[in-house]
């Protein structure tokens, strides 16, 4: 149901200011002197200076700290489908949170096009101008093949946060769960409910980071090899999750779960599966806005630990953890990837912020407004280049 009260205060906030940013100037133009340093002819001289030498474009003009926020519109949100111009509204609240929590200008981009080849033909055209691509509400698995060919043919990162922002959170959310239950992850039993981006990009980092049991549901049913509805994405987790092979769905892969992991629909998870799964089960489900399974009906069937998409619960997980710092590191370091080396260091520099004295099962996970999560995101990632000694950007 919506909030009459929040529909009526959002509609008036967005049209009193007409929008959530704008691009103002850095420099005085009152005189004809700061006119001809900043125009015509002074700013000839930083195209001269540009030509010769390319990689001057990130000092001498916006493009170092600038990042394009795209989206064809096709899945925002909770909406869906809504095309790219209801999109913009999504795409100007991340730009302004990459600039609140970073300091890194970002500006939306909302393509008239579903044509995954379009859209990164789009993108490539429009690079020169950013130093870094966060792709943002697009349909999987057409992310999947923009976000590769992406980052195979550009020079600066890509980034689908729907997909790796996500990951990122959750994997920090887990490492403070499981040092609060005594689990470890190597041993524990992980069930993701949700095979779409969020889902396989959550399954990926997780086996990265050392996880070893991961079983995978889907709308169609239980990730498993063989099975001839799966996309290339999923037929790849396919071979490296589910091996007890078990076919069916959810009902069918919780029992004995020391995690449950929820992409995917409201109310999918009963109180009873919970009470199937191992004790102190950890729960995250993230279906927005109604949740797989309310907290109070996880904790009364047993969870230790219960996280959700909302900020009306403990344990929010919430992309703005990950993605201004992600950027701001590497942007910093000019790095041409964001590895999956840096994204679980960005995980652990999420999960460091909680030090073990305020370890609480209703605060694993650092909240969306902290102000010091950015910084130790972008240290964490920073500090990941220089050890893995990652290439730089070109220009």
């Known amino acids: 149901m919506v909030n009459q009260n929040l529909k009526a205060d959002t509609l008036a906030l967005h049209r009193m200011h007409r929008g959530k940013i704008e691009v103002t100037s850095k420099l005085p133009v009152d005189t004809a002197e700061e006119l001809s340093l900043v125009y015509t002819p002074g700013v000839a001289e930083i195209c001269r200076e540009i030509a010769a030498h390319p990689e001057e474009a990130d000092n001498l003009t916006s493009k170092g700290n600038m990042v394009a926020v795209v989206t064809d519109g096709t899945a925002v949100l909770g909406l869906g489908d809504i095309g790219p111009k209801a ?39 429009l690079a020169p101008t950013f130093s870094g691509i966060n792709l ?49 992850k190597e041993s524990t039993k992980v069930v993701i409910n949700g095979a779409g981006a969020a889902g396989i990009a959550i399954a990926d980092l997780l086996l990265y980071a050392g996880f070893r049991d991961l079983t995978l549901v889907s709308i169609e049913g239980v990730i498993a090899e063989g099975a001839d509805w799966l996309n290339d994405k999923q037929r790849e987790l396919s071979l490296k999750t589910n091996h007890r092979k078990v076919q069916g769905g959810l009902d069918d892969v919780i029992d004995h ?125 920073e500090d990941s280049v220089i050890e893995n000694k990652e290439p730089l950007a070109q220009c």
């Open 136 to 184: 943002e509400d697009i349909s999987a698995p057409r992310c999947f093949e923009i976000e590769e060919q992406l980052k195979k043919d550009l020079d600066i990162p890509v980034f689908h946060d729907d997909q790796h922002g996500t990951a990122i959170v959750v994997l920090a959310g887990l490492i403070n769960a499981l040092k609060l239950t005594g689990k470890s």
């Open 257 to 381: 779960a020391d995690i449950f992991i929820g992409v995917s629909a409201p109310d999918l998870l009963k109180a009873p599966q919970v009470k199937r799964m191992n004790e102190d089960p950890i729960i995250f489900a993230m279906a927005n806005p109604v949740p797989e399974i309310y907290p109070d009906v996880a904790k009364a069937a047993g969870a230790a630990v219960v996280g959700t998409g909302r900020s009306d619960f403990p344990n929010q997980i919430n992309n703005v953890l990950a993605f201004p710092g992600i950027f701001k590191g590497a942007l910093n370091k000019r790095v041409r990837n964001i590895t999956q080396d840096m994204k679980v260091a960005a995980a652990e520099g999420i999960a460091r912020v909680i030090t073990d004295d305020q370890l609480s099962p209703d605060y694993v996970i650092p909240g969306a407004l902290d102000q010091t999560v950015t910084d130790a995101v972008a240290k964490a990632v």
């Open 87 to 125: 999109a913009l509204p999504v795409m100007e609240g991340k730009s302004l949170l990459f600039k609140k929590f970073a300091g890194v200008d970002a500006f939306p981009i909302c393509l008239d096009t579903k044509d995954p080849k379009e859209i990164i033909s789009i993108v490539k055209a």
